[in-house]
């Protein structure tokens, strides 16, 4: 089983939808929880740190479920800029652990 | 906007030549990565460091090696390319703060082995 899973997608949804992705991790000693975000040919670049309480930035909002093992994160009202590929990242606790990045999510969002 | 870079941006080579993909990063950072990525696939770790003259070898097995004398500086050479070595290669670098470890990455490498 691999440490960090995601369905690949790709998710097509309509303009102004709202859209949600899970991302599951297996070991219980993960402490820390991230969302990238990949453009076509691009580097990932940082969306959203997943705090225990749950944050928001505008339409993004990401929550973690610790007892299930999984991560989420919601887009309101989509717009055609957020089609990109999302990925997750966990990390155990301890500076010398390593990031594991899910394979990512794709979304397009059609007009 | 990260301050993490790499060179060449875009490398097309023959096979048999020795190659060096250079990352440079100017936020004093610790922690510097290689990932592969081939097109619309999941990104692979193939080396990454914890600080000066630390190396250690990631998830993927790559035929690769790097180095780190230099706290910003973490190349990746290619003794022998060859056509299967074809991907894109990103380097990252991130600081340990409590929990929270964003990874910064840079453009990425774009190689070619003919």
């Known amino acids: 089983r691999k440490e960090v899973e995601q369905d690949p997608g790709p998710f097509n949804v309509p303009e102004g939808a709202t859209v949600a992705f899970n991302c599951t991790y297996s070991?219980?000693?993960?402490?820390?929880f991230f969302w990238y975000r990949q453009d076509c040919r691009k580097e990932p670049k940082l969306l959203m740190s997943?705090?225990?309480s749950g944050n928001e930035d505008g339409r993004f909002t990401a929550q973690l479920n610790r007892a299930s093992q999984y991560i989420s994160l919601l887009i309101r009202d989509s717009k055609l800029s957020d089609s990109a590929t999302y990925l997750c990242a966990v990390k155990k606790s301890g500076g010398y652990q390593k990031v594991t990045f899910g394979t990512g999510t794709k979304l397009q969002v059609i007009p | 906007e990260a301050d993490i870079y790499q060179t060449p941006r875009y490398l097309v080579i023959g096979t048999g030549k020795k190659i060096t993909l250079e990352c440079s990063q100017t936020m004093g950072h610790d922690k510097m990565y290689w990932y592969q990525q081939d097109p619309g696939m999941e990104l692979h770790l193939i080396h990454y460091s914890y600080g000066v003259n630390s190396t250690e070898k990631g998830d993927l097995s790559s035929e690769s090696t790097v180095s780190r004398i230099r706290t910003e500086h973490f190349p990746l050479t290619l003794e022998s390319a060859r056509p299967s070595h074809t991907s894109q290669y990103l380097c990252?670098?991130?600081?340990?703060?409590?929990?929270?470890?964003?990874?910064?990455f840079g453009p990425g490498t774009r190689l070619l082995v003919l």
């Open positions: 070991n219980s000693a993960s402490q820390s």
């Open positions: 997943v705090y225990s």
């Open positions: 990252a670098s991130s600081h340990h703060r409590g929990f929270q470890e964003t990874q910064y």
